[in-house]
């Protein structure tokens, strides 16, 4: 089992442009969060997947999005970029209701 | 609402000390609570987790944690420190019930050094 796996690793992108970050959860995990987590800080949700709909956001704004697909990868989508976009992105998987979820190794986003 | 409040930001310890990590957390009910462990440029790792059944929960390498009710605590304590244990501790609530199920509140994160 692979586990859950992000990717790219690192991602270096300038001001007002676009990222999309992308999730494989664990094998047989139908549920996929997504948090930030900025230097020195503990993760943040942002919001949450299952059934390829947003089930539950924090507060993030709308320049976030994302996507899940019908295998459950899922995608986070920022647009406009901000300097306070650069941060560790952490994607996790789960059962529906279940109660652990698993994290993957993260997406380190740099904006310039 | 659910938090959780890490009372150290950096905790130091020799090698072979114990260890100590201390977490407060508020719920309005009693709460599944876990201790995750990040390594430098690794993702979270699950080290422990409470779920209402034994208070005195045991997890990986050697950690454990106590959940008490009364004192609103959920510490984390191993007997004697390793050097591979050096790494940011983060204490998370998770909710259980309502229109936030399963979203997971990370505390601020605790650094643990440990000196040879």
């Known amino acids: 089992d692979a586990g859950v796996t992000q990717s790219p690793t690192h991602l270096i992108k300038t001001r007002g442009q676009q990222v999309t970050l992308r999730c494989s959860p664990k094998?047989?995990?139908?549920?996929v969060s997504w948090y930030q987590q900025a230097l020195g800080q503990g993760p943040q949700f942002i919001f949450q997947y299952y059934e390829e709909e947003e089930r539950q956001r924090g507060n993030f704004p709308d320049r976030f999005s994302g996507h899940q697909f019908p295998n459950y990868s899922s995608e986070l989508n920022v647009n406009a970029l901000l300097l306070g976009d650069s941060a560790l992105y952490l994607c996790?998987?789960?059962?529906?209701?279940?109660?652990?979820?698993?994290f993957g190794p993260g997406t380190r986003l740099t904006v310039l | 609402a659910q938090s959780v409040t890490q009372l150290d930001s950096h905790v130091s310890v020799s090698e072979g000390t114990p260890v100590l990590l201390r977490c407060n957390y508020s719920?309005?009910?009693?709460?599944?609570l876990f201790w995750y462990v990040q390594h430098p440029n690794k993702g979270l790792q699950l080290l422990l987790k409470?779920?209402?059944?034994?208070?005195l929960v045991k997890g990986i390498n050697g950690f454990e944690a106590e959940f008490k009710k009364s004192e609103t605590s959920f510490h984390l304590t191993k007997p004697s420190a390793h050097m591979s244990d050096a790494a940011e501790y983060f204490c998370?609530?998770?909710?259980?019930?309502?229109?936030?199920?399963?979203?997971?509140?990370f505390g601020r994160g605790t650094q643990l050094t440990v000196w040879p």
């Open positions: 996790a998987s789960s059962l529906h209701r279940g109660n652990e979820q698993f």
């Open positions: 094998s047989g995990h139908d549920t």
């Open positions: 998370v609530v998770r909710a259980d019930r309502g229109s936030t199920l399963g979203r997971l509140y």
């Open positions: 719920s309005s009910y009693s709460p599944s």
């Open positions: 409470y779920t209402s059944a034994a208070t």
